[in-house]
């Protein structure tokens, strides 16, 4: 029996959720060795994570950078 035959055995003894958890491992391993793949991933992964956030942070951020740049500790 081949490592191939044997990893389709075993997925079948798995039950629903599992074998969705090792298909989405399947999906991982594939993208990460397509880099376009991969790089559009990361694309839509920073996207999700941005669009998904609060913001709280925001704000006082964008206030210690304006007070930052007003004391010419940065350049616009």
Not at 26 to 44: P, T, Y
């Amino acid at each position: 029996m081949t490592v191939q035959e044997e990893t389709i055995a075993k997925i079948r003894k798995l039950p629903e959720p599992l074998v969705q958890q090792v298909n989405d491992f399947i999906e991982f391993l594939l993208m990460r060795n397509d880099s376009k793949r991969a790089a559009l991933w990361m694309q839509f992964n920073e996207a999700l994570e941005i669009a998904e956030s609060d913001f709280t942070d925001y704000l006082p951020n964008l206030e210690d950078y304006e007070e930052r740049l007003a004391r010419g500790e940065i350049q616009w």
